[in-house]
């Protein structure tokens, strides 16, 4: 169970990488520090960088630049720093030639403080057949079965990269609620990237979006939307904001505009926004950033 000084889950300082040479850079001087005990949304479009974070986290590729702590050390330092961070990849890989009896017997080889019981526990509960090869699990219980076999380990951390993604509306809401009874029983703290923002917002508490390689927004999810609103006024109201009021992104209609603002305004024509808009938002500033600085290069 974290305490007041846990080291940050991640910490990052001009964290950058770039795949081979001549290759784009896929992070790009990324600065973070998120506190132990959330439950992290990590969103972005395609090819923003998600990945590449987590597996930078979990030590599978190292970094071009800058560096990254996570839980306190360098990640994947030894093992028992690998022992703390459960992973679970896109696509959830499992041995499709190995049973799933067989998968937790490797779990428990391999990883010392692995917790036999709850392995067991959780199979029979989401009604897994230990004699069945995982190649002919359907997805949801492919999910299932790494979910299960990453929170044996019992680690401090656990890192889904898009994990839910190709399961159904049921199976999703199925493995969102383990994940979470896990996080609570395992005292951890998680990190999901998705781009169901609907399953972010229902589980994450603190949300960090990653837009063209950089972070765009972090924090704690319910600050973040208290620090903005969405503004409807006549467009030229627009002109004499307070500077204390960021225009994240805006769309004009004839006589009004609506925007989305970072605001310190407690009064006016505001009203909340949703996770959804505020992602939206920020994604749309980054991809407009990202178009004009293209067309200056094609000038
Ligand atoms: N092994 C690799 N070699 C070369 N380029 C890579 C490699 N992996 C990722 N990239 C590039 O790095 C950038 C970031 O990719 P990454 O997979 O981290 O994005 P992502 O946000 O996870 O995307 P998605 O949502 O589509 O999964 C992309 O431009 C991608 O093409």
């Known amino acids: 169970m974290p305490n007041a000084d846990s080291p940050p889950v991640f910490r990052a300082r001009g964290l950058t990488k770039k795949y081979g040479r001549r290759g784009k850079l896929a992070l790009d001087g990324v600065d973070l520090s998120i506190p132990p005990g959330r439950v992290i949304g990590l969103v972005g479009p395609n090819g923003a960088g998600k990945s590449t974070l987590l ?4 030590g599978l590729i190292e970094p071009t630049a800058g560096s ?30 190995f049973t799933v009896a067989e998968h937790l017997a490797l779990g428990q080889k391999l990883n010392p403080a692995w917790d036999s019981a709850l392995a067991q526990r959780r199979i029979r509960q989401v009604g897994l057949n230990p004699s069945q090869k995982a190649g002919h699990l359907s997805g949801g219980q492919r999910a299932q079965l790494a979910l299960t076999i990453a929170a044996a380990k019992r680690p401090e951390l656990l890192i889904f990269d898009e994990p839910a993604a190709a399961l159904d509306p049921l199976a999703r809401q199925g493995f969102l609620q383990n994940l979470m009874e896990f996080v609570r029983e395992l005292g951890a703290s998680a990190v999901l990237s998705s781009h169901l923002l609907g399953d972010i917002e229902q589980v994450c508490d603190y949300l960090i979006v990653l ?12 600050d973040l939307l208290a620090g903005h609103a969405r503004l409807v006024a006549p467009r030229a109201d627009f002109d004499r904001l307070p500077p204390s009021v960021e225009v994240i992104s805006v769309e004009h209609s004839a006589d ?12 006016g024509p505001l009203h909340p926004v949703s996770l959804e808009e505020l992602v939206l938002a920020y994604m749309t500033r980054a991809a407009a950033g990202v178009e004009a600085a293209n067309w200056e290069v094609a000038r």
């Open 55 to 58: 597996h930078l986290a979990c």
């Open 68 to 97: 990254l702590t996570v839980l306190g050390s360098t990640p994947a330092a030894n093992a028992s720093h690998l022992a703390r961070v459960g992973f679970v990849a896109q696509n959830t890989p499992v041995y499709g030639s």
């Open 211 to 222: 837009c063209d390689s950089q972070v765009q927004l972090a924090g704690d999810t319910r």
């Open 256 to 267: 009004h505009s609506s925007a989305i603002v970072r605001t310190g305004l407690t009064s």
